[in-house]
């Protein structure tokens, strides 16, 4: 309680001080947040790409509906695959003219072959997974051709491996910056308060009764720098939405994982700050 | 109630600041802590409130012990001890009294004492009309009495001044001091470092002298013609060095 009051007495005494500090803060993991944003824009639309990854089975000619049921049921039940679709001759020439637009009548009934789509489950469309599947349903000998844009599917795969790691890497910089900053900005209260803090030590106060207001601090500093950062973020993201794409926000997990994230760079930055001070003086 | 045995400190930087010092001080006692610049005195201070440990020796303080002191006993010996500086280290933006009630305050003091207790202590230093001053209102005298009060606040067993009037004048060093007497008179031993030859001289404490670190002269020990003479007291006057604005 009284580490409160104190924590409170203290911002009171020195509001631009705090005020800046929270600033800071809240831009730090402004930052923090737009790359976020970004990342996990990214990572949905290659999800969308991704979900397009299919196995297509061209049949031949003359294959029984019979044999091509039970095949379906056979990859079905493929632990790689999501579901199976029949596309007769006829759908498939009406998608073909749907697609070519004005080329439409180029195509004659019994041009196109009938075919099995396979999609596969999310984390099973990497090329190996791919490639595999695709070799397993040749073995079927009614199958003619097996498709699924081999090189289509492996750029894709080292598309989003780019993506990951440089998410990765970007991620961990600006966690780094943001930390740094946090430090240095209670590093300054505390600097700025260095005096109190050695004559708390020569009347006797105990190191755990000095840290604690600091923490306090920290902690609170850390959850209304991530709360403003949050609106900043939000501000932007609906900017972006009105004007320029559509994106998707963090969902409220994430939110929530960034205030306590925010709150515990705080308690960790006064912690860092304050104990390095008291082991110095 | 204070004991050093052989105490050695060295500081990476600057060298040697003390060896060799042995000495005792009793319930009670007044002692003056004499020497030029840079022989000691501030880092004796220091190993008594135990802000540093002695490289060699061990310094002994109200049954707690420099070589197993652990960072709660020495809070909690702290609270026993008053302290003293030049300076004064006072809090600028806080009243003499809020002041002297931090040091009861951080040290957890019940609430209900507090009051009473401050207004004691600045009665005592003759500042009960001054209690809702901020330190830049008061003189130099004032301040130092500020800084006393505080230092009183949890009836200290031992007061360890250092310095205390050398930012003074002539008039309010001789208030203070005389503070610092009564102070002693009522019980509570003193222990004071000084550049002032002149109050030292004026007055019959027990004087420890030291130079480069070493003890030269103790009154408790030696007949006072014994004392070393007036070179080491030209040096005092002249010396400095910059050891003891650590």
């Known amino acids: 309680m009284r580490s409160v009051r104190e924590a409170l007495t203290a911002s009171r005494r020195a509001p631009l001080l705090s005020i800046l500090g929270v600033v800071t803060i809240a831009f730090s993991l402004f930052a923090f947040g737009l790359f976020g944003l970004v990342a996990i824009n990214i990572r949905k639309a290659l999800e969308q790409v991704e979900e397009r990854v299919e196995v297509r089975a061209f049949l031949g000619d003359s294959t029984d509906i019979e044999s091509v049921a039970a095949a379906m049921k056979d990859i079905g039940e493929f632990p790689e695959v999501a579901r199976v679709e029949y596309v007769s001759k006829e759908q498939a020439l009406e998608r073909a003219r749907k697609e070519m637009g004005e080329f439409a009548d180029v195509f004659e009934a019994g041009v196109l072959p009938a075919s099995i789509e396979v999609y596969l489950r999310s984390g099973m469309r990497d090329p190996t997974t791919v490639k595999s599947v695709a070799d397993r349903i040749r073995t079927y000998h009614f199958v003619d051709d097996v498709r699924y844009g081999e090189e289509w599917v492996e750029k894709l795969y080292r598309l989003r491996t780019i993506a990951t790691v440089a998410g990765l890497a970007l991620g961990i910089a600006f966690a780094a910056v943001a930390i740094i900053i946090i430090g240095a900005t209670i590093r300054m209260t505390v600097l700025a308060r260095a005096k109190e803090i050695s004559i708390m030590r020569l009347v006797g106060a105990t190191d755990m009764f000095i840290r604690l207001p600091f923490l306090i601090d920290g902690l609170v500093k850390g959850v209304s720098g991530g709360l403003l950062a949050l609106v900043f973020v939000w501000v932007a993201n609906r900017v972006v939405n009105e004007y320029f794409l559509q994106t998707i926000f963090f969902s409220r997990e994430m939110i929530f994982l960034g205030v306590v994230g925010g709150a515990f760079m705080g308690v960790l930055g006064s912690l860092v700050s304050v104990g390095r001070h008291l082991r110095r003086v | ?246």
């Not at chain 2, 061990?58 to 026993?80: D, F």
Request: no cysteine; aromatic share 6%.
């Open chain 2, 1 to 246: 109630m204070i004991r050093l045995t052989d105490v050695a400190k060295e500081y990476p930087r600057s060298g040697t600041a003390l060896s060799q010092i042995s000495f005792e001080v009793k319930k009670g006692e007044f002692v003056f802590l004499t020497g030029p610049s840079g022989s000691g005195k501030t880092t004796i201070l220091k190993l008594l409130y135990m802000d540093d440990k002695p490289n060699q020796g061990e310094v002994w303080v109200n049954g707690v012990s420099s070589m197993t002191a652990s960072g709660r006993e020495i809070s909690r010996l702290r609270r026993r001890l008053g302290i003293v500086f030049q300076d004064f280290r006072l809090l600028e933006d806080r009243t003499a009294e809020a002041n002297v009630r931090f040091a009861l305050e951080v040290t957890g003091a019940p609430k209900a004492t507090i009051r009473a207790k401050v207004s004691r202590a600045l009665t005592q230093v003759g500042l009960a009309s001054k209690a809702t001053s901020y330190p830049r209102e008061l003189s130099g005298g004032e301040q130092q009495r500020v800084a006393i009060a505080r230092s009183l606040i949890n009836d200290p067993f031992v007061l360890i001044a250092d310095e205390p009037t050398g930012n003074l004048d002539e008039r309010a060093t001789r208030g203070v001091f005389q503070l610092l007497r009564d102070i002693n008179a009522s019980g509570t031993a003193v222990i004071m470092a000084t550049h002032d030859l002149d109050l030292v001289r004026r007055s019959n404490y027990r004087t420890i002298e030291l130079n480069h670190g070493r003890l030269v002269f103790d009154s408790a020990e030696s007949p006072l013609s014994a004392r070393p003479s007036d070179p080491t007291i030209a040096e005092v006057e002249a010396a400095s060095d910059t050891r003891e604005n650590t």
